[in-house]
């Protein structure tokens, strides 16, 4: 029996695709799927698209995302195996340059400063925590999409590879500028980029399947906002019971 490729759509009754190589059994992602020994595995071995996959992040990250989650998975790297690259790069850049991203935690309330303080000083551990918690709110939010939980654990991990080397270029640009006063306003900037570039994502991502495009995008904003919200909500409540 012929089976359609996925990712270029050739009909073969092949193993795999005789025009684009990708298996002819590649199906949708699933909680069992992405916990699977065969897609683990795959983390350590990256494809020399990866520097294509970065770039086409940052041009056209929810279409990018959509279609790898699709099926169309040739050319696009393994989101798992980006992360842990991104983030093994941010540690030693961290660990060896002059400016820390701690520099600009300034403030006098004691509350906002422990908040400043930890999400500087481990903002590696605070990205990838958060997926889940970001792939629920998604959930909920786009129901109507008819994506799985799986799938929106995907998306996210691609956000957070993207919003880690935001944080890379942050850190590079520091050490460059060695300037405190300048950094203050560039690690503002940085932030602005990161709200911007995870509404921008899951605004594209979800473009096919709502006409709206105003209500979608104020969904957008929301599914990125209301998971930090959120977290700083119940920091607050935690720091207020320590007090």
């Given at each position: 029996m012929e089976i359609q490729c996925l990712n270029c759509g050739t009909k073969s009754s092949g193993n795999y695709c005789p025009v684009c190589?990708?298996?002819?059994?590649?199906?949708?992602?699933?909680?069992?799927?992405?916990?699977?020994?065969?897609?683990?595995?795959?983390?350590?071995?990256?494809?020399?698209?990866?520097?294509?996959?970065l770039a086409s992040l940052f041009t056209r990250p929810g279409h990018t995302v959509r279609e790898y989650v699709e099926g169309k998975r040739v050319e696009i790297t393994n989101p798992l195996s980006l992360l842990v690259v991104v983030v093994l790069a941010f540690g030693f850049l961290e660990?060896?340059?002059?400016?820390?991203?701690?520099?600009?935690?300034?403030?006098?309330?004691?509350?906002?400063?422990?908040?400043?303080?930890?999400?500087?000083?481990?903002?590696?551990?605070?990205?990838?925590?958060?997926?889940?918690?970001?792939?629920?709110?998604?959930?909920?939010?786009?129901?109507?999409?008819?994506?799985?939980?799986?799938?929106?654990?995907i998306m996210n991990v691609f956000r957070s590879v993207v919003l880690v080397v935001l944080t890379v270029i942050h850190l590079v640009t520091g050490a460059l500028v060695n300037n405190l006063a300048v950094m203050v306003w560039v690690s503002r900037a940085f932030s602005i980029m990161g709200v911007v570039y995870g509404t921008w994502l899951i605004y594209q991502y979800f473009s096919p399947f709502y006409r709206n495009k105003l209500l979608l995008l104020l969904r957008a904003l929301t599914a990125y906002l209301l998971p930090f919200v959120l977290f700083v909500f119940g920091w607050v409540i935690v720091e207020a019971a320590k007090g």
């Open positions: 190589g990708q298996k002819t059994s590649t199906h949708r992602f699933t909680m069992r799927h992405i916990a699977g020994q065969d897609y683990l595995v795959s983390i350590f071995y990256l494809k020399r698209s990866m520097f294509t996959t660990h060896y340059a002059d400016y820390h991203l701690m520099d600009v935690v300034s403030g006098d309330r004691e509350l906002a400063r422990n908040l400043e303080h930890l999400l500087a000083e481990h903002p590696k551990i605070f990205y990838i925590s958060m997926i889940p918690f970001y792939a629920v709110i998604s959930f909920l939010l786009f129901r109507r999409a008819g994506h799985n939980f799986a799938e929106h654990i």
